[in-house]
T-cell receptor, first 114, second 114 residues
Framework: AQSVAQPEDQVNVAEGNPLTVKCTYSVSGNPYLFWYVQYPNRGLQFLLKYITGDNLVKGSYGFEAEFNKSQTSFHLKKPSALVSDSALYFCAVSIYNQGGKLIFGQGTELSVKP | EPEVTQTPSHQVTQMGQEVILRCVPISNHLYFYWYRQILGQKVEFLVSFYNNEISEKSEIFDDQFSVERPDGSNFTLKIRSTKLEDSAMYFC????????????FGQGTRLTVV
């Protein structure tokens, strides 16, 4: 069965410090990987994706993510966290020939303190 | 910037009643989706829709659920006879392609079944 895991329910970071939000996946076939962010009372906003090519992908708001095929991971990173980055982050995977279905992780609450 | 819009933002309905959730996807998108998120749980895929037919559906999407694109701009989710366990946030999404194209999500409709 295909699945996505985000092992941390919550990540706490001080403003200005680097942040990492972890994601691992288990799929058959080549994965297409996505990160979304959800602010309170808002929908999910697309941050970045990995389709093919360079394992390090850059996205919105200074976020980046590294695809690691051997570890089946796609961790989200940012070199210097902002208080405004505090939100709920979701990792998701899409598979070819499944109608565009996204399988989501359970989400990680990121809290950045001043 | 184009966005997916959903109405209403909050719907309260009596158990056993029919409810219709409405969405206006981004105008040049070709794939349409419904997801739901029960409070405290993962975002779950319900159904994807392309070329006026369902292209993929989950086990959750049973005979009580149906989708329709009645007029070329709206995309609706109907629940025929609501149950208490249908209470959730329902998200509509759309994308231009699949599976390597990001989906854009609406802000959600919170459905409360009493």
């Amino acid at each position: 069965a295909q699945s996505v895991a985000q092992p941390e329910d919550q990540v706490n970071v001080a403003e200005g410090n680097p942040l990492t939000v972890k994601c691992t996946y288990s799929v058959s076939g080549n994965p297409y990987l996505f990160w979304y962010v959800q602010y309170p009372n808002r929908g999910l906003q697309f941050l970045l994706k990995y389709i093919t090519g360079d394992n390090l992908v850059k996205g919105s708001y200074g976020f980046e993510a590294e695809f690691n095929k051997s570890q089946t991971s796609f961790h989200l990173k940012k070199p210097s966290a902002l208080v405004s980055d505090s939100a709920l982050y979701f990792c998701a995977v899409s598979i070819y020939n499944q109608g565009g279905k996204l399988i989501f992780g359970q989400g990680t609450e990121l809290s950045v303190k001043p | 910037e184009p966005e997916v819009t959903q109405t209403p933002s909050h719907q309260v309905t009596q158990m056993g009643q029919e409810v219709i959730l409405r969405c206006v996807p981004i105008s040049n998108h070709l794939y349409f989706y419904w997801y739901r998120q029960i409070l405290g749980q993962k975002v779950e895929f319900l159904v994807s829709f392309y070329n006026n037919e369902i292209s993929e559906k989950s086990e959750i999407f049973d005979d009580q659920f149906s989708v329709e694109r009645p007029d070329g701009s709206n995309f609706t989710l109907k629940i025929r006879s609501t149950k208490l366990e249908d209470s959730a946030m329902y998200f509509c999404a759309s994308s231009y392609g699949t599976p390597n194209t990001e989906a854009f999500f609406g802000q959600g409709t919170r459905l409360t079944v009493v």
